[in-house]
């Protein structure tokens, strides 16, 4: 086995200095070196290969359907909700932090911070919301991810509604009205050469991934096909690391952990692809480090999970805790590899707050803190709730 430091010898310096400065590339350069030794080769290519076709193409699939049908939703603004009915303004701040990806919880936040909505909604978007890791578990398991949006949403109401009972609805506002703004940033010229490749490749890739899904022995086709889509499979998912590791500075935490905001308006396909490749390279980084954890460390995720399943919703919350959308997919994709249970999965989903955090900080700190603890007590509450009923 290949230390850190042997490993790095194999990289020249300029390109070490530039993986200081973008840390999203130490992703792909892990792969290319465990695709190189021959130890890890095996399980790198196929770890590569179930990425893509258990996720990658679906994720992309559920974000065309997504986008499509949320630009025919109108955004209704929550102060005019508020003024007809408290309960009515957290309700459809919580059915907003509900919908996949961060960026309804991204537009609470924001009319937050212009005093245009309470701080219960804040706390009810937030409690709500799973960010990326929803299109993850939509695309895996649909009916899982519906039962815990509609989960989400009944917290998120109750915890909202209690917050706004015993707080006035202006609590940690800021003493100016203020808007969130992202830096200007354009489509990423890495992204250019993606679009051809997923036009061509999506619809393909696709009925493989339903032939795979229906749990077909791909081996029935012939050796050499099952092989061929295997590599197929990596290359397409190395691929779109790379464009991913390519698309962003990649030098801060948020850049590494939340998606990137293209120009606006963004074409629906620049919004997929960018999405798409986001939440495929948290799911490489979660197979990769389960082979790595399993083949070479010799520990047994699954085994361990059972001897400390009592420690699984607790671990999960305060992961949730963390800020961006990055590391909920990792715990989202160890729920699907039946590693944690669902009453772990939950427990995250309810305290993470994806992407939307990064606003909340920046612009309203104190209410951004107290959210995110609103928000625990209820992960914790629901978590241990599942996991005495044994869920």
Known sequence: MLSLTQTSSF???????????????????????????????EFTLQALSDAFFQ???????????????IDRLPQLQ????????????????????????????????????????SFGSVVAVL?????????????????????????????????????????????????????????????????????????????PSLIVAFVIATNTDLSVFGDSVN????????????????VWALSSKGSSYKQVTSEEAPCTPPSKLTKVLMDTHFVTAWVVASFMLFEILVNLAGINL???????????????????????????????????????PFSAMAANAISNDGDALFPAIALAPKAALMATVYSTIPALLFGYGLYFYGI
């Open 302 to 340: 699954s085994a361990w999970f059972s001897d400390y399943a009592y420690l699984a919703p607790l671990v999960a919350v305060a992961i949730g805790l963390l800020p961006g959308c990055g590391p909920q997919i990792v715990v989202m994709t160890l729920y699907i590899q039946g590693i944690i």
């Open 127 to 203: 409690t709500a919301t799973m960010g990326d890791a929803a299109f993850l578990l939509l695309a895996t398991r649909p009916l899982d991810g519906l039962l815990m949006m509609l989960i989400g949403v009944a917290v998120g109401v109750i915890s909202g509604q209690l917050v706004n009972t015993f707080h006035k609805a202006d609590k940690f506002q800021p003493d100016e009205a203020s808007e969130y703004t992202e830096p200007p940033q354009c489509q990423p010229s890495a992204l250019k050469f993606s679009r051809p490749v997923w036009k061509l490749a999506l619809v």
């Open 55 to 69: 996720v990658s193409v679906f994720v992309a699939a559920t974000l065309l359907i997504y986008y499509y049908l």
């Open 227 to 242: 092989q061929g889509i295997t590599l197929f499979g990596s290359i397409m998912a190395l691929f779109t690391v790379v």
């Open 11 to 41: 990289i020249p310096k300029k390109v070490r200095c530039y993986i200081t400065d973008n840390k999203r590339l130490f992703l792909p350069l892990l792969l290319l070196v465990a695709l190189v030794v021959p130890t890890t080769r």
């Open 78 to 117: 929550l102060s005019y909700l508020r003024a007809k009915s408290g309960i009515l303004e957290v309700s459809f701040a919580s059915i907003l932090g509900a919908l996949p990806g961060c960026g309804g919880a991204i537009i609470v936040v924001t009319q937050f911070t212009k005093k245009q909505a």
